[in-house]
């Protein structure tokens, strides 16, 4: 099972570059996709999960090109879109057997699945109500219950905790866990700490431009030795923000406790601390920022 | 917080969104079209044989009442989405937060529905310039007698038209397909027949009847064989006239100016009325009481679900298991897709929408042939517009196109499930027609039944895969309903029972149709998947 993306970019009309030359190879596990606001990352979902046509490039799953023949994925995707919609008349169960119906899963085995499913995101009280009553937490965990349908070897999911509350939170990255022993899957996110929850490799894309592409522990690594501590008076955080880039603060009685990730010792009274993927993924950023004004100075 | 400013605003915020449209050119193009069918005298006006030349004062007036019949009509299924794309697009709940006040929202969007459509009027108006020159019957263009009529007849209409639409959409059950078909009526009814019935110019909100009094007034006076006839019509062809006259326009007396200046009165009251209704984007007085278990639901826990909380306990994340689907789960059983668009197409309705659909098949069977397959069909067709109005758009309307899209195989299965289950609906509410006309041994009768069971849908599916809506088939179907089985003209009856002895040539013509339409769904449908 292997899912490869190669050269990928997605140009919108107007000129606007979703994605640039995207190159990425997934194997069974989870990936976490990190990006800012508008990196694409919701695009890159879409063109994997077949809802979008590339502009250039393409994805082989398991050597297959989905552009060319989408079908051989669709038959064992599942897919939670960012934004979706339900119908309001229907309970939970209609609409997850309609779903059920459309993709092709046969009626006694959709049936037992739904029920499964529906415990599952904790929604079986629940699923004879109509979804026009759902709350927008209700309903998200009805997107991820049809993702889970057809019981997906490639499972992509675009921000599928928002309007979760902690505890479904936590629910559903264990069920992450679970299901990604013999499947792919994606979880697409700007939740740090959902990523480092279940993650087995990360990657990070901004621009439309793949950032890094590791293992967590590769990730960390990249940043090992490089994350401080440092307490200053608060008047001069914004000196320090401007110096070098400050991945947290914390006011206390002694100053702020600013965390600093920067190659050499901030030329305060730092103390090294161990890196977290935040300080990973902020560093990340901060570098391609970087090499964008150096690009444009030149 | 100042009003004006706030009023202003929103229609202002409300008018460009919707001008910087696609689908505002389409309205511009049907102005245009309107403009032209006028020019070439395609619409025309007659008082029998007779017309007035086409002087400013004739052409304004003809214009205008084009204008006023035409538009209003229309235009009202293009503006009745203001308060329902605030709701769709969120904007509505930044707006229910604001100081705002309902009447200043409804005023809002009143304004921004009156703008619309008088930039439709003014295209028409440009086009009535260009008539006159044209025509060239008279070359002595007088702008106030040919732009008094848009002012005094067409802008008072269509204040009307946009008050009338922001009404609709406050009201929980007119806002919908319901309120789509209930206009064409009141059009029909409120706006075109009671101002001829009743004789009175005070309860003409058109304007319609002050215009034609005074063309038949000029006509009695300048021809002596004039007999008090008056209409507007569509015509392939120029219609022929044996004498013109010359009309010197409507004398706008300070009566008649109050009289149309109260009407746009009429309209603020009606936006004001819109104001009573509205939910202010309350989500939960639209859906608590749509709940069809709402009284098992106890009131704490529906408290809970509109907050936004589970109201269940959750289950230990230790106790997530799925058993793996069976190798044999994936069937390609297109009667499961078929049977889910079914369930899909009749859900929402109340226990009495199905008590008179029941009613109404009931009925088929017990009267006699001719009425059973004429108006009771016709109107058991009818009864099921909504169902057929929402396939092809349902993706759109409930933004569920990225889940069923990344489905497999979904074009030629799931596309076809809906058009077979919109054809089943037809076939089931029609039924009775259909069974008497097969005991009739009525074959020619059967085959038509049988056309218009395929017609309603396929032109359902084309209508609401191109548009992403359900307004445009439940505005047209209606008035090809009331045109053609309701008033039996031969060829839009889609019943077929008015088709007398052409009734297998218009079946062929309707199946015909369909498989266009049906084919046009299918590339407008596989263009949007492709297209993404």
Partial sequence: MQLKVENLSKNYRGNVQALRSVQISLRPGILGLLGPNGAGKSTLMRILATVTRPSSGRVLWNDSDIAQNPDALRNTLGYLPQDFGVYPNLSAIEFLEYLAAVKGISADASKKRIGELLELVNLADAAKRPLGGYSGGMRQRVGIAQALLNDPQLLIVDEPTAGLDPEERVRFRNLLSELSGERIVILSTHIVSDVEAVATSIAILAHGQLLAHDSPEGLLAGVAGKVWEVVIPSDQLQ?????????????????????????SVPGYSARPLEPSLEDAYLAALSAQRANQKAGAAA | MKIAPSIYALARADFLERVRRYSFLLTILFAGFLGYGA???????????????YTSAWIGALVALVTTCFVSLVGFYIVKNAVDRDRQTGVGQILAATPLSKV???????LSNFAVLAVMVLVLAIAAVAMQFFAAEDPQLDTVALLLPFLLVTLPAMALTAAVAVLFETLPILNGGVGNVVWFFAWAVIGIGLPELSGKHWLDPMGLMTVADSMMAGARANIPGYKDSFSLTIADEPSKIVETFRWHGVPWTSQAVLLRLGWTAVAVLI?????????????????????RRAKKIPSTQLTELANGASALPAKPAAAIHLTPLPADAHRNAFFRIFAAELRLALKGFRWWWYAVAAGLLIAQLASPLEISRGPLLATAWIWAILVWSAMGSRESRFSTRSLVSSCANILPRQ??????AGVA???LTGAGAGFRLLLAG???????????????????LALGVWSGTGKPYEALLTAIWYVG??????????????????????????????????AFAFFMRSRQLRSN
């Fill in chain 2, 485 to 518: 089985p309701m008033n039996h003209t031969p060829g839009l009856d889609f019943t077929g029972a008015a088709n007398g002895a052409f009734v297998i040539h218009y079946a062929l013509v309707y199946t015909a149709i369909s498989t266009a339409l049906l």
């Fill in chain 2, 104 to 110: 200043s929202y409804t005023l809002g969007k009143f």
């Fill in chain 2, 415 to 420: 596309l076809p499930a809906c058009f077979l």
């Fill in chain 2, 442 to 460: 009525n074959s020619p009768g059967l085959f038509a039944w049988l056309a218009g069971a395929l017609f309603l849908p396929s032109f359902a």
């Fill in chain 2, 39 to 53: 020019a070439t005298g395609r619409i025309a006006l007659h008082l029998g044989d007779y017309r007035g030349v």
């Fill in chain 2, 271 to 291: 936006v004001i009325l819109a104001a009573a209704f509205f939910d202010r984007f309350d989500s939960a007085r639209w859906f608590v009481p749509s709940l």
């Fill in chain 2, 425 to 427: 609906v037809a076939i």
């Fill in chain 1, 239 to 263: 000196s320090l923000r401007q110096k070098y880039l400050v991945s947290s603060t914390a006011h206390r009685s002694d100053g702020v406790h600013a965390r600093v990730v920067a190659d």
